[in-house]
């Protein structure tokens, strides 16, 4: 029985059905590796979404002047699609891979359950 540790994810691998779940949950657990802070692996991501989010707030702000609006709306506009495909992919990859570490947790209003 072949067993395989990688970023919380422990798996024992028995069949070739088990082996598609187990290439499924390291991916997870490295995209979820890759989207939490802090993370060796995020060290890229994080600088980027926070770019990001800065130039969404820029964007906000310059739209609201009339001149450069009218100047630059084709440019505002694929920019804003762009940023709503990154933070959309985004949060559908952080929801998919909330389940990668036995450490993951639901959270209520009556306290937390694992």
């Given at each position: 029985?072949?067993?395989?540790?990688?970023?919380?994810?422990?798996?024992q691998?028995?069949?070739?059905?088990?082996?598609?779940?187990?290439?499924?949950?390291?991916?997870?657990?490295?995209?979820?590796?890759?989207?939490?802070?802090?993370?060796?692996?995020?060290?890229?991501?994080?600088?980027?979404?926070?770019?990001?989010?800065?130039?969404?707030?820029?964007?906000?702000?310059?739209?609201?002047?009339d001149?450069?609006y009218?100047?630059?709306?084709?440019?505002?506009?694929?920019?804003?699609?762009?940023?709503?495909?990154?933070?959309?992919?985004?949060?559908?990859?952080?929801?998919?891979?909330?389940?990668?570490?036995?450490?993951?947790?639901?959270?209520?209003?009556?306290?937390?359950?694992?």
């Amino acid at each position: 029985m072949k067993q395989i540790f990688r970023k919380n994810v422990y798996i024992q691998n028995s069949s070739p059905r088990i082996w598609q779940w187990t290439k499924i949950s390291i991916l997870k657990a490295r995209i979820s590796s890759i989207l939490e802070p802090g993370d060796e692996d995020s060290k890229y991501f994080d600088p980027f979404i926070m770019g990001l989010i800065f130039l969404n707030v820029a964007a906000v702000v310059l739209e609201t002047v009339d001149w450069i609006y009218l100047r630059y709306a084709s440019l505002f506009d694929v920019f804003n699609i762009f940023s709503v495909a990154v933070f959309t992919v985004e949060y559908t990859l952080r929801v998919w891979s909330c389940t990668a570490t036995r450490s993951s947790k639901i959270r209520s209003g009556a306290g937390s359950v694992s």
